[in-house]
């Protein structure tokens, strides 16, 4: 089986006061990424997955992306939002002193707890898990980084552990290249628009 890792970068913007951009994101073409064929899991969600196994083996639906109220999107603000502030970013050999160790964080974490973290509390809150995606991105500067995508009718929106506000995947400086199955927990499909690349360790 052929796996990949996440590098990701040890710092966090500061979370900035007021809104965060979401009503501006929602109007501005946030058009859902192309998916691909199934593809290899990062080492860090298969390794997770064989610690959570009930997590990672829930089959859902297929179902279009919903339409969300203006107090939907001010939930996923304000994971988004809080999430950033009380974790604290350290990488995953600082905190474990190895690499690839997916967890959900309590006090601090890397990019992967981040997404993980958010997930569980947007699904807490009423959101469906096929639209809660944990995405793996490359930064321009080549550099792995994990993020959580976001399904809905106006559009694929990105929650960031570097980025206050949650944009719409389009709108980032990022190349995607694959993210979790919106049917099967467990599973991660290729994204069409990113490039075909390994995500690497790159520090």
């Not at 995947?169 to 599973?187: A, F, H, M």
Request: net charge neutral.
């Amino acid at each position: 089986m052929n796996f990949f890792s996440i590098a990701c970068s040890a710092f966090a913007v500061a979370v900035l006061a007021g809104s965060a951009n979401v009503a501006a994101s929602e109007t501005s073409g946030g058009k859902s990424m192309i998916i691909g064929g199934v593809t290899s899991q990062p080492i860090g969600h298969y390794e997770f997955c064989r610690r959570n196994l009930v997590e990672c083996s829930i089959r859902l639906s297929s179902s279009p992306a919903p339409e969300l109220s203006a107090q939907g999107w001010a939930v996923i603000e304000e994971v988004n939002r809080s999430v950033n502030k009380r974790i604290a970013p350290r990488t995953d050999k600082q905190i474990f002193g190895q690499e690839e160790v997916w967890a959900y964080p309590t006090t601090e974490g890397d990019c992967e707890d981040y997404a993980l973290l958010k997930r569980r509390e947007l699904a807490r809150r009423g959101f469906s898990l096929s639209d809660l995606l944990i995405t793996v991105v490359r930064k321009p500067d080549g550099e792995g980084h994990a993020v959580l995508t976001v399904r809905t009718a106006k559009g694929d929106f990105v929650l960031d552990n570097l980025q206050a506000d949650v944009r719409a995947w389009n709108e980032t400086s990022y190349v995607y290249v694959k993210r979790q199955s919106s049917s099967d927990t467990g599973r991660w499909v290729s994204i069409e628009s990113g490039k075909d690349v390994p995500v690497g360790s790159v520090r």
